[in-house]
Structures are given as structure tokens and as C-alpha cells.
């Protein structure tokens, strides 16, 4: 065996294969040192000696939204966050492991779990994890509770690397008041900040309301904390400190206590309602300044607390707002609802058919119990019939629907002529809607989606979506709807589809008759019609609504006025509203519908209003009021008012029976009916408040100071009174 | 020529007629030893170098590194001697012994590994020793192929047959052999240990005279494998990026990419002769994340230049050559394992130096004598006296 080992040839052939791989490499190594030493002409450059910084965002308070009279809607409260710097305790020399423990005991988690909060995220390293920049101090409780504030302020030698820092967040001393108006807020998304390079995670950012209209304006500029890194990336020395900016005060003409008289009294028609059995399942009341454009209150129900989105909204939370059962707390039915107003178009119909001759002011025409129209019976409220021919003036105060409808129809067959001979359709009663602000949006301070547009139907915007619709009403007319349990409801779609299908495109008389009282497909908002009535009692303006009155920075200074432009003047003579208004005159008593509520009022005679019932189809009515005054007379003996207010209840049934009682206990406020008036002398605020400067306090760096004082302090949430004020907030 | 085995027809007699170290002169392969050693104690300057600066800014001992890394030259040492007076049949008790205690130790990363944070390669022994098992496992699986191969081909001898040509049932369990490890490392994931477990099985196959179209095949199923890992997102990009740089527990804030570039910065203007001992200003700032054990090498490269660089491949050639001769010497067995040896230490030193000079991907290999590590320099010290033990047998 000795004489014969390995074949030793082959197995030094083979080994010469491990030589040669053995010196390549040898040799690769040489050549790529001799070349990244001495040959590359690319050196890299040095960097060595120069430390980095790091910046940590220091979020600015929001700026505060206040009303009229100063009082605020919106402010800022302090809140206790924790803190860990995860390389003060990497430092330590257990790592950390004595603090996570005892922290981990206060805050009722586990060490582990505290470790995991605190460990930036990487790819090996899975949430729960720290997303943030490493060198960021770790928030671990916000909204730490006095006990674990206490512990740790008074322990600090325990506590090596823990903070505590004071974050502000948006706080609502009015609880829900004016929640729809004011918005909500968020923590800002990916999408915000490709938006906007400008904004980081810690920001809070306005997602509805004025919040998010005026978002620019209240955000402020986050403050920075600069901090220098070596190379591994740990903090080992601090830079300059750059004090955040609280965002600019935004004030509104809301005022306050009419805001809160319109909530309540809203929430107190939908109990009264309800208790005499209609469904009553939302309402919206507008309180608009018709000579300034300025809207006073704007209130909406149901409602919601802009708390619930304070640092983030909860899923059960947001779940329960946006659950089919809770009807759409989050819809703005003031601004954004639109809803058919019912007889409180009449305002439009008759300034529509006066205008344009299609009846007269000394003219009387029938009010029959029901009237046929294109082979259709269309009937008073109640089929109620009047004897005599009545005038406009009657018509308006007992709300005779077949007053209208005739000459509506009649302007339709005109219209009809007109097309026959190859003419164009004037379509007078839809130019005037148009002319009131109905079909687009009112343009008021708020975001796109926030407003409603209104409607109503003409020839051109029926034939185009038949056009569009066709296939579909078609196909519903053959297949009926399997899915509708309801049968009536099935039958009635059913038998839609089918006259859809084929004369879907065909504008009638009954749908220009229908618009004449508000009905069929006309649309408005609550303050759309407020701005129509407004134009009523101020010479025709149309507004653009503002909700915004100025913005005011850090030092107590307006740097921006914000005021309502004119939109267009209606093409109505101040003749015909001042007839319209006379007409609706609650002194008038009994014969105006909308006075009913207000027959005892001492200041019956100084305001008016329209009353609205409208019918929705498998609904009960919706009801409607517009109000206006107190009235006086210019110089030329026009009409003027000071207020406009709207209120609308739906399925509450008639104008008079919600929203006339409704009304009545904000005019009694307004005016001062029973005690002082909520806002003083009656009148809207002229003036600005006084904003007061900002403070700013300095950051207390590193040890836990609060990086920053709120403005002031503010009270508790369940305190807030709104006394009613003189002049602006001192 | 000598065989190693005494007795063959009783390779597991526990009963050997001398006692172990009474046997063979001390002849030790004093260049192979000095090579060694001489990288042990450059390596001691550099780490120095590399820690003085970072650990007097934290407030511990500017000298702590040197202290331990001297300590574990000093037990590198005493393995080394050990090992080197082990004989063929303490060595076929050896390699089981390691290769099975070794793969123990990577399961058992996984069991304790999980509970440390961000380690999964190390087990923490307490008191600031932490073991990596993969070190080992490196020499256990060297040695295990070796007395694999040998005695299945003696086994053959013995029956008759003359053919030393591993055949294809030795091959497909040596790859059993080799597999188990491989695959328990790459799930760490450690793909640099991969990788060397890889090369020195390959360099032993090749040793072993197995046939051309094994070892050539194994190399396109690597290949292939390599490419359907990268093609089917098996690694991550990060992964990719920077191979396993992640087996180290300290988080690496910038990741990979910094790493190189500050080691290349560092290297780069080293020049000729270098800054000079601690005037390393990217050392000294501590730029150069990990720089006591995966990127030592560019403390050398700033601080001694070309000319520091340049001594320690040259060592590292020394070191190999002695290794090789060793082999062409040795008889069967011994030759197996010198080859596994050379194959290793060399690969590991021009991947880590490969990738400081920014020629290889960045994985979380030490430079073996070099780099700061206590489980390294075992390892490497007990593979020099397996070296030193198959030249005292030639």
C-alpha cells in the first residue's frame, strides 16, 4: 500500500488548479490596490472631518379660526408627549435595558415591546418600528397621563434619554359648533407631502371646512431643531434652534352665540318633529348678512366632533360617522346638501313671469283646486281651492301652487312655438333661476366639494342625458328592478325606466310647471336660497358668499381682508322685490303661510318670510322657510334687510309646521325678543376683533422644555361661554 | 511515503499504542506560523487604530480593542500548538466532533439568535463573549470532507479495488456533507460564509481528484442558482446590496453603500506610504463603519499606504504558498485538508479585501488574522495547527 498511495500525478495536477486560483487572486489584489492608491485619476474626496446635521421638525401650532367677536372656534391645547432617544441609551452602559424596563412598568407595555417602538424601521427590521429619522427622539405616549409625566419630570436621573416634550393640537373649545364649517383637520399623508415639499409627518394638515380653504394660512412654519451627526449617525452635538411660527389667525363672520342659537334650535325642531312623528332626519339653518355677503351661522345637522380627528381619527371612529345609519354627519347640509326648496321658489317664478309680462302686478289670475297640464291633474297643497282670481300678492301669501303652474305652461307652449318655427327657447323661468345663483356653485370660501350647485331641468340638459342615459333607461324598462324589494318602489321605477326609455328626452309642460314651484328637478342648497332672498333685500346683489373675514398674523396685524365680491345683480326691478317682500310681510298675519309661528312676536312686523313644502317622492315633506329683516326702506323706499335667515327640516312636513317654529326662536335671539339680543344691537359685527399678539416662548433644549407655550391657555372644553360682547377681544 | 493511519483496518481504535503528543518531532513550519502571526499583530495595530479614537469619545478604555484582540492572539496561539500536534487518527475523532458541534451552534443561533435583537448569526455567551458557530463550522466541514473521502476510498482499497477516484456515491455524500451547513448559513442569512464554505469545499473536491464534470457542474448549478436567487427576488435588494453585512448586530444607520465609499475614501488617500499610525483622518473620525473587523483593511490602506497594503497580501501569499507546499507533501487525508485550509483563508482574505478596495459585494467577513473577532481567530488559529499537524505527519 506504501508503494502505491495516490495517483500523484493527477492529484498535483489538481492541485496546481488551487495554485493558480490562489496566485489570480493574489495578484487582483495587488493590481486593484496599486490602482484605487496610486492610479485612479477619480480619486474620491475626502470627507473626513466634517460633521453632518441633522434637523428635527418642531411643528408650528396652527393658527386659531375665532369668530366675529373674537371668540375661539378653533384653537390649540398642550398636550405631554414621551419621548426616548434611542442613542442616549445605546450609550448607557446596559444599553438601555434599566430605563425600557422601568418605562416600559409606567406605561403599561413590555420592555421588548418598547425596544421594537424604538428601533428604526429597515428591511430587517418589521413594524412595530420607528419610522422617523434614527436620530429622532422615539414619541412613545402621547398624551401621557399625569401619573407617568409626574414619575419621570421627578426622576429624571432614572430616566437617561427620556423626554418630555409639549406638542400643541387643535383643540375646540364649542365642542361640534359650527363643526361642517370650521372642518376637520389630518396628519399629513404621503400624497400631501408630494404635494407639498414643504410639509412633514408631525404636521397637521386641514382636511375639510376653512380648515382646508384657508390651510396655507393657518399651518405656520414648522420650527427646526438642528442636531450634529457623526458619521454612524449619532447625535453628538447640538446646532442652532429655529423657533416654529404659529399659523396666522383666521377670522370669520360667524358669529358665535347666532351659531349656537341655530344648532340648538335646529337640534330642538328635529326633537319637536319627531315627537309629533315625522321622521325629521336632518335640517340645516343659514344665517347670512344679505348687505355684506357675510355668512352668520351655518349650521347643519346631524352633526359630528372635529375632535374625533385630532392626531388621527379612529377606524371604529370613522366607521361610526360614515355608517349608512348614522346619515352623513359629515355632510355640510347648510352649504353642500341640496335639496328641492319647494314653494320658497316662488320668489324666482314670479320674478320670472313678472319680468318678463308673462303675468302683472294689478292682475288677477285663478287658483283653481287643481289644474290639468298636459293631460296631467296637478293639485294645490291639500287640493285646497280658492273662489276668485287672486293677485300675485294673495298667490304668494296663501302659496297657490296653480296660480303658477298656468303661466308656466303657457311660457312652455311659447317656448314650443318658438322651437317649431326653428327659434331658439327663451326659457325665461330657467334664465332667472340661473340669474338667482341656481346651477353653480355660490363660490363661497370653502373647497370645490364642499358646496352644492343646485339644479333645475331645461330642454338642452334633458336631451343630453338621455342621450347619455339612454341604453340604461332601456334596459331597466325591460329587466324591471329584481332588486328593489319594495313593490311599489319597483313599479314606480319600472314605469320611469320605461317613459325614460323612450320621452326621456322630452322637456314637458309639467316639468316647466313643476320648476315654477320648486319641485321636479330644481334644486338648491340652504345657502343658495338664503343668497337668492338676500339679492331680494338688497337691490338684486348676488354674492359670493365668504365665510372668511381676515387674516391675522403673529403680531396682531390684518394681513389679509377677506371680503364677499358681487357676483352679478339680478335683472329684477327693485319695484317687483320690493312687492315680493311687501307681500311676504309677516305684519301681513294669517294671510302669509310663514307667519303662523310669529302671530304673537313683537317683532312681527318687522321681518318676512316664504314657506317651502316639498315633496320627495317615498319621503315625507321637506320643510322650508326663508326670512328676512328687520326690514327698512332706503331713501328711495326700497326694501332693505339686515338679516336673511334660512331653515329647512327635511321629512318634517309643512314650512310652517318646522321651520317656522324653528326660525322663531333665532329671531327671537337675534332680536332680542325674550332678554338681550345674542348679538349686539341686533346687528352683524362691522368691526374686526383685536387679535391679540401671539407669545412665543423660547425652547428649552434638550432636558424636556416645552418647545412651545400654547398662545393661550385654554379652558377647559365644557366651559366654553360665549357672553356676549361689545367690541372685539381684549 | 507515509500513511497516516497507523492501523487501517482499525481507523477507530480508541487505544493507540503511543500517546498522541508523544509522537513526531516539533516540527513546526516556522514561515507558515510567522505569516500568521506577523497578520495577527498588524492586525492588533490596526484595530488600535481603528478604536482608540470612537471608544475614548464614548468613555471607555482607548485600549480595549488592542487588549482583547492581543488576548485572542494569545488563545489563537495556544489552539494553534494544540492543533498542530493532533495525528490522523485524532484528527478523524476531531473532524466529526467540530463539524457536528459547529452545526449545532448554527442551530442554536436560531433558537437563542432570535431572542438578541438584530443577531442572527451570533450566540452570546455572556459577559461580553459572543461565539459565531459559522467560524467553525468552516474548519468542522473542511476536515469532515476529508475523512470522508479517505475512508471510503480505503474502505475501497481494503476490499480490493484500486481506484482512488472518488466515485459518484462518495461525491453525493460529501455533498451531503457540505449542504447541510451551507444551507443552515445562508438561512441566517450569512451569504459571505456562504460563499466561503462554497470555494473550500470546491478547492477539496478538486484535491480529491473527483471528476472533472462534478466539479464543473456543481459550478453551473451554482451559477444558476446565483441567478434564480437574484431573477426571483430570493434576495432582497438590500440583500443584494450588500450581501450580509446585516449578520453584524449594530444597526447600519446608511447602509452598505456608505461603507464602501468611506472605506474607498480612506484606501484612496492612503497613497504611497500613508497618512502614518493613528494620523488616519477617516479613521480617526471614524468614518468608516465596522472598521475594526469587516473594513481593518482600510485602516492599513490610509494609515501605511500602498506599502502597508502591499505587505499584507504579500503575507497573505506567504501564508497560502507554505499552505499549498504543505499539501503537494502531504499524504491523502492531510492533503484534503490543507487544500480545504488554503482555499478558505485565501477566499475569505480577497473577498474581504476585494470588497474594501470596492472589487467584491459587501458581506460580513473578517479578514482572517486581521480583523477584530474572537470566533474568527479560534477558527483560523486551529485551522494553522491542522496545517502545522499534516506538516509534521509528511
Known sequence: MASRPLRADVSARRLSIVVALVAAMVITLFGRLYYVQLLDPHKPVQTAGSLHDGTIVVPAPRGEIVDARGNVLVGNTSQQVLTVSRDVLQALPDGGTAVLGKLSALLGTTPAQLSKEITPCSPKVPAPCWTGEPYTPVPVATNAPISVVLAVSEHREQFPGVELHTVTLPSYPGGTMAAHVLGYTGSVNATDEKANKALTDSDTVGRTGLEAQYDSVLRGIDGTQVVQLNPQGSVVGQGDDVLPVQGDTLVTSIDANVQRLAEQSLAQQIHDSRAKGMKATSGAVVVLDPQTGRVIAAASYPTYDPQLFVGGISNTAYAALTDPGANDPLLSRAIAGQYAPGSTFKLITSSSLVTHHEISLTGTYPCPGSLSIDGRVKTNFDSESFGSAMSLRQALGYSCDTFFYAPAAREYYTDQAKIALGKKASEYLQQTAAAFGVGRAPQIDLPAGEQASGSFADRETRMARWTANRAQYCADAKHGFPDEPNSAQRAYLTALATENCTDGWRYRAGDNADMAIGQGETTVSPLQLALAYSAMVNGGKMWEPTLGWAVVDGAGKVVRSINPKVHSTVPVSPKLFDYIADSLSFKLGWQVSGAFAYLNSPYRNEIGGKTGTAEVFGHQDTSWLATWGPVSRTPQGDIRARFVVVGMVEQAGTGARAAGPMLKRIWDGLLGAKGSPVIAGSRPATTLPQIAPQVRVATTNGSGGAPLAPREPVGPPEAPTYPPRTGGRR | ?394
Open chain 2, 1 to 394: 511515503m507515509t500513511l497516516l493511519a497507523r492501523d487501517p483496518r482499525a481507523p477507530f481504535s480508541l487505544t493507540p499504542t503511543l500517546l498522541p503528543f508523544e509522537r513526531g518531532k516539533p516540527r513546526l513550519d516556522r514561515a507558515l506560523a510567522g505569516a500568521a502571526l506577523a497578520l495577527a499583530l498588524i492586525g492588533a495595530v490596526l484595530v488600535w487604530a481603528a478604536t482608540r479614537d470612537i471608544a475614548r469619545a464614548n468613555g471607555s478604555n482607548p485600549q480595549g480593542y488592542l487588549y482583547r484582540h492581543l488576548v485572542n492572539i494569545v488563545i489563537a496561539s495556544a489552539l494553534m500548538l494544540g492543533a498542530s500536534r493532533l495525528d490522523a487518527r485524532l484528527l478523524r475523532l476531531f473532524g466529526p466532533i467540530v463539524y457536528v458541534g459547529s452545526l449545532l451552534g448554527l442551530l442554536a443561533v436560531f433558537v437563542v439568535g432570535t431572542t438578541v435583537n438584530g443577531a442572527h448569526a451570533w450566540i452570546r455567551l455572556g459577559g461580553g463573549v459572543e461565539l459565531q458557530p459559522s467560524e467553525f463550522m468552516k474548519l468542522g466541514m473542511i476536515v469532515g470532507m476529508a475523512v470522508l473521502f479517505v475512508q471510503r476510498a480505503r474502505a475501497r482499497e481494503n476490499a480490493g479495488y484500486d481506484d482512488p477516484t472518488p466515485r459518484t456515491s462518495d461525491v453525493l455524500l460529501v455533498l451531503v456533507l457540505v449542504s447541510v451547513p451551507l444551507l443552515l448559513v445562508m438561512v441566517q442569512p450569512d451569504l459571505g460564509s456562504a460563499m466561503v464554505l462554497g470555494f473550500a469545499a470546491l478547492g477539496v473536491l478538486v484535491a480529491a481528484g473527483v471528476k472533472a464534470r462534478w466539479t464543473a457542474g456543481l459550478l453551473i448549478l451554482a451559477v444558476v442558482v446565483a441567478v434564480l436567487a437574484v431573477k426571483g427576488g430570493l434576495l432582497a435588494d438590500y440583500q443584494l446590496a450588500r450581501f450580509s453585512s446585516f449578520t453584524h448586530p449594530n444597526h447600519d444607520v446608511q447602509g452598505a453603500a456608505y461603507n464602501v465609499t468611506q472605506a474607498h475614501i480612506a484606501i484612496a488617500n492612503g497613497g504611497l506610504f500613508g497618512t502614518g499610525l493613528f494620523h488616519g483622518p477617516q479613521t480617526n473620525g471614524g468614518f468608516v463603519p465596522e472598521q475594526q473587523t469587516d473594513f481593518v483593511f482600510s485602516v492599513a490602506g490610509e494609515e501605511f499606504g500602498l506599502l502597508g497594503g502591499t505587505v499584507i497580501i504579500a503575507l497573505f501569499a506567504v501564508l497560502c504558498w507554505r499552505g499549498l507546499r504543505i499539501a503537494f507533501a502531504a499524504g491523502r487525508t492531510g492533503r484534503l485538508v490543507a487544500v480545504g485550509v488554503v482555499c478558505w483563508i485565501a477566499f475569505q482574505a480577497f473577498q474581504n479585501i476585494g470588497m474594501n478596495l470596492g472589487l467584491m459585494p459587501v458581506t460580513g467577513l473578517p479578514l482572517p488574522f486581521v480583523s477584530y473577532g474572537g470566533s474568527s481567530m479560534f477558527a483560523q488559529g486551529l485551522a494553522i495547527g491542522l496545517l502545522q499537524a499534516v506538516h509534521r505527519r509528511a
